[in-house]
Structures are given as structure tokens and as C-alpha cells.
């Protein structure tokens, strides 16, 4: 029950995130992305799930009043997508950016995830993730070419920070394609 729920909201947000003319027009939407990304990414070791890719897709909220005490994030809705029988996740969490230049930025995010990976043993296409619900983090490094275009270099993590018996944590590196409306 719990993969077909994941896989629902994992879906649901996808389709979202794909269908840009339909949300150009709603006003509380700041931005849409879509990406790749190499799934357990371990760059000093073997992966320990499956080498297909996810498909990630992400909406950024516009920042509202209440959070401008906190540096304005914007709230962030996203979902990585295994394109194989590795761990799919969705996630909601802040996200804060910083311009070097109009061009430059780098962006943080912090938030939860839940997954529809393993939670009691290891398998030998999934990790032992321990818990259900994680922490779950990014940070990327982008280019903006307009005002509407940007790509990014992300590193996106969840981890459960010791709370379960297991915590490899599960961490993935790609890029993303941003459109700002």
C-alpha cells in the first residue's frame, strides 16, 4: 500500500511538474523543474542499489510573507522517480538561494521525504534506509541564462540522522532544467 501511495504522489507530482502552460497562469507558482539524476551516487565506492537514473521534478512555491524572518525560502514540492527497481522518494522542503551574480546562484534546500525503499533489510537492489520518513537536503549550483532559464548541478540527500537502526543514507547527483514564470 505504502509503494502505491508513493508512486501515486511521486506520479501526481510529475505531471505537475511537466505541465507548464496549464500552471503559467496560477499566480503562487515561482518556478518548475525537471532533471536526471544518478541514482546512489557514491563517488569513492560501489553503488550499493540499482545504476538507472531518476527523473526528478520539483515546483517551487513563491516565497510567502510569514517566512520572510527566515531569509524568504520558497517551499518546494519534488519527487525523484527511479527509472529502474531502485528507491523512489518524495519530498517537501525550503528552499533558499543565493546570487553571485545575475547570472550565478547557489541554492539549499531542507525538508522531509518519504520513500518506498526498504525499512527492514537490505536487498540486493535496495538499501536498508531504516525508517520510512527522512530528512532530506539539497544543494545545487546554477546558471541562469534569462530570466525564465537556468541549469544546475545538484546534490540531492536523504538520511533519517541516526533516528532508525539503519541510516546509509541515499544520496544522488544530476542536473536540473529550471523554468522561473
Not at 503559467?24 to 546512489?40: C, K, M, N, Q, S
Not at 538507472?52 to 531569509?71: C, E, M, V
Not at 517551499?75 to 553571485?100: C, E, H, K, R
Request: with cysteine; glycine share 8%; charged share 15%.
Amino acid at each position: 500500500m505504502n509503494h502505491k501511495l508513493l508512486m501515486a504522489a511521486a506520479a501526481a507530482s510529475m505531471l505537475i511538474g511537466v505541465s507548464l502552460p496549464a500552471m503559467a497562469d496560477e499566480p503562487w507558482i515561482d518556478e518548475v523543474r525537471l532533471g536526471v539524476y544518478d541514482h546512489d551516487s557514491n563517488l569513492a565506492a560501489s553503488r550499493h542499489e540499482t545504476s538507472n537514473p531518476d527523473i526528478n521534478g520539483q515546483i517551487l512555491l513563491k516565497s510567502p510573507d510569514f517566512l520572510s524572518w527566515a531569509g524568504a525560502p520558497r517551499p518546494l514540492i519534488g519527487t525523484n522517480i527511479n527509472t529502474g527497481n531502485g528507491t523512489s522518494i518524495a519530498y517537501l522542503a525550503l528552499a533558499w538561494d543565493y546570487n553571485f551574480t545575475d547570472a550565478l546562484f547557489v541554492e539549499g534546500s531542507f525538508g522531509g521525504a518519504i520513500h518506498n525503499g526498504e525499512t527492514e533489510h537490505e536487498t540486493p537492489s535496495k538499501l536498508d534506509l531504516g525508517c520510512r520518513v527522512m530528512f532530506h537536503e539539497t544543494a545545487s549550483i546554477g546558471w541562469r541564462f534569462d530570466e525564465h532559464n537556468s541549469l544546475m548541478l545538484t546534490a540531492d540527500h536523504m538520511s533519517n540522522a541516526s533516528l532508525c537502526h539503519a541510516n546509509p543514507g541515499l544520496t544522488d547527483i544530476g542536473i536540473q532544467y529550471g523554468y522561473k514564470f
